[in-house]
């Protein structure tokens, strides 16, 4: 080392992060402000040491840790995309997808389901409510498993989640009235999948305690907060690419035969691609979804350091029971 260069300190507290704003203007804005923090590769030395000096020592492999071999921060995310189990993968590519996609699904059938969506839109934010108090009593009562940092930012997602989902409702109630004439305010049925998929978010969720006599914890919240914005992102990204490859068929036939060019117009002016596609099946909203996975695993990894591996021992039943409540909101395939 030169002299007189000053030593890193690699146990010093990092720099915190920009103080998020208030509420993001979009998916886009959320996605930059987490690229400026480099918060989707954001470990603090001290997060980097302890995660991998608790997963050596799990895996009776110390040595390797001293040696200078030490292993990937845990990840939470990833332990649940490397098995999804197969309803995930029937819910991400469901053929109804496809068919949103070439635009040949019933309108009839989009309607109610835009309709029943809606009312899921309600119960989830109920379900973000919930995981706010949550957060809330963790702070107040002293059960703080993680840094005031990471705590604050979690809580302004929350926030930005709830925002981004009420803007949601704003689109179906846009998509219903300007591409099916239904009025906004004529009330439906709630339908026995969306009460069921009601049922399980509120298993998650618990009771909030009215004391701090029992411990709270919310990585199960925050895996489904996740789980379903990367459903979204995964089905309707599902969903463009049924459309590129159906678009690219027409412009093979060059010049296009007037049925083809009545195709492509309908494409661009289909609820499917100027709401959905556009919204949920960007590379914007895949950021978004990145970002908010990698805030999921430092919160498992803090619940990790305190209470071991048990911390997250009914991630993975959570994960199914949501999976299959995702598959179970699409048209059933009798009816296409």
């Known amino acids: 080392m030169a002299d007189g260069a000053e030593e890193e300190d690699l ?15 979009g998916y886009a804005d959320f996605a930059q402000w987490s690229r400026e923090n480099n918060f989707l590769r954001r470990l603090s030395p001290i997060e980097e040491i302890a995660d991998s000096t608790s997963n050596l020592a799990r895996q009776g492999n110390v040595t390797s840790y001293i040696l200078g071999e030490p292993q990937p921060p845990y990840s939470l995310t990833a332990e649940m995309l490397n098995n999804p189990g197969i309803e995930w993968g029937m819910a991400t590519s469901h053929i109804f997808l496809d068919k949103a996609g070439t635009a040949s699904y019933s309108r009839t059938q989009f309607r109610d389901w835009i309709l029943q969506t809606r009312h899921f839109a309600h119960i989830y934010i109920d379900f973000m409510n919930r995981l706010k108090a949550k957060l809330t009593h963790v702070a107040t009562t002293g059960q703080m498993r993680f840094t005031p940092e990471l705590y604050n930012v979690a809580m302004a997602t929350v926030e930005e989640v709830l925002t981004n989902t009420r803007e949601d409702l704003r689109q179906y109630n846009y998509a219903l009235e300007h591409y099916f ?26 009771e909030v305690p009215v004391d701090d006599s029992k411990h709270v914890q919310v990585v199960d ?3 489904v907060l996740w789980q379903v914005q990367k459903s979204c992102y995964e089905s309707w990204t599902f969903a463009r690419g049924a459309t ?36 949920w099946g960007t590379p914007e909203f895949g950021e978004y979804v990145d970002s908010l996975g990698a805030m999921v695993d430092r919160i498992a990894r803090a ?23 995702e598959l179970s909101r699409w048209p059933k395939f009798e009816t296409f």
Not at 181 to 206: C, F, M
Not at 303 to 325: D, F
Request: aromatic fraction near 12%; proline fraction near 8%.
């Open 303 to 325: 619940e990790r350091r305190m209470y071991g591996p048990l911390a997250t021992g009914n991630c993975k039943h959570c994960w199914i029971s949501v999976a299959k409540q």
């Open 244 to 279: 590129e490859v159906d678009v690219k068929t027409i412009m093979t036939h060059w010049p296009p035969s007037r049925k083809r060019r009545e195709k492509l117009k309908a494409y661009m002016q289909d609820v499917v691609f100027e709401v959905f596609i556009a919204n």
């Open 181 to 206: 004439n239904w009025p906004a305010h004529e009330w439906v049925r709630t339908s026995k999948t969306i009460k069921k998929y009601d049922h399980v978010l509120q298993e998650v969720s618990g």
């Open 221 to 223: 919240d925050f895996l």
């Open 11 to 25: 146990y010093a507290w990092p720099p915190s992060l920009r103080e998020p704003p208030l509420a993001f203007t």
